[in-house]
């Protein structure tokens, strides 16, 4: 029977040195047939390059992409082969969790990753939203993404002048030959968010950064949302100056803007609970200021050349099953 299955290669891209590998573990309790699955480790410095390397040695016809830290559920390939039956469909993602035990600290990242008003219809990467359907890149993300290697490799593979949103570049590439792509809210992976507010925001400022570059390189019509953070962080630094010219009705669309704050919170205090909600309020603010300036910080970067080659040394490990 095992015969009947299509080959899936793992991919887990890690840093050179790193021994425990979540990823890896979970990876070994899939319900699959163990001579139908490779898992490979490539481990360097560039996460783009590593995924390219160990996509060219991949020897299975549908790869999953997770970072070294999400761990799969032990029924997602068995799920990922219902969506795959139609041709068309060349990528399956679904929402990276966070798990249950983490710290409230990082319980209450989850709560703003899973917002409307911080994250939008990318919520959808943080929560189980909705039902199985036809999506874009705004709902997909790269820590707990399948895909098919041949539909991959004829778009060259992940653009390695991008890190992030190199997935968000090629899901674009695909749509634009007319593939499918697919979310599955219950195709879930489970990973920690960042440990710490310092890294929190960190990571908020490098997700705007690589969106600016993502649409420097590939601008399409889908990124018009995201200017939105970077807007608000102008309106802030100009309202006092316009305050002058105009009066206080400068600062009316901050007090809307408060009111939304307001309301996003109670929706999440009655969803999340009431700590973790109440604490998740300063955070949706410092999620558009803290992505607001990383995309103007993405707008005048040096962008290296896309497809200008590997930057890295990677390594690839080809772990038992």
Aim: hydrophobic letters at 45%.
């Amino acid at each position: 029977m095992s015969d009947t299955l299509p080959l899936v290669t793992v991919i887990i891209p890690t840093k050179p040195g790193q021994e425990e590998i979540p990823a890896v573990s979970a990876a070994r309790q899939f319900d699959y047939s163990k001579d139908r699955l490779e898992i490979l480790v490539a481990r360097g410095n560039q996460p783009s390059v590593q995924r390219n390397a160990a996509l060219r040695a991949a020897r299975g016809q549908l790869i999953y992409f997770l970072d070294d830290d999400a761990v799969a559920q032990p029924g997602n390939l068995r799920r990922a082969l219902t969506h795959f039956t139609d041709p068309q469909v060349k990528m399956l993602g679904g929402p990276s969790l966070c798990p249950p035990e983490a710290p409230l600290l990082e319980q209450v990242f989850a709560v703003v990753l899973a917002s409307w008003l911080a994250f939008g219809p990318s919520r959808a990467r943080y929560d189980s939203v909705g039902q199985v359907r036809t999506t874009g890149e705004k709902e997909l993300i790269l820590c707990n993404l399948m895909a098919r290697r041949d539909a991959v490799l004829e778009l060259g593979g992940f653009d390695e002048a991008l890190y992030p949103n190199e997935e968000n570049a090629l899901m674009d590439g695909l749509q634009q030959r007319g593939a499918r792509l697919f979310y599955d809210p219950q195709f879930i992976a489970h990973r920690r968010p960042r440990r710490t507010l310092k890294a929190f925001c960190k990571m908020l400022f490098t997700y705007g950064r690589g969106r600016a570059e993502q649409f420097r390189l590939h601008p399409t019509p889908g990124s018009a949302l995201n200017f939105v953070p970077p807007l608000f962080c102008a309106y802030l630094v100009l309202a006092p100056v316009l305050a002058v010219l105009i009066g206080p009705i400068a600062f009316a669309p901050l007090g809307a803007y408060g009111l939304v704050v307001l309301l996003q919170t109670l929706a999440s205090m009655m969803t999340r609970g009431f700590l973790r909600g109440a604490l998740a309020m300063p955070l949706l603010i410092a999620s558009h200021i803290f992505y607001g300036l990383g995309f103007w910080r993405g707008l005048t970067t040096k962008l290296k050349k896309s497809g200008g080659g590997p930057t890295t040394e990677v390594t690839l490990d080809s772990m038992p099953v």
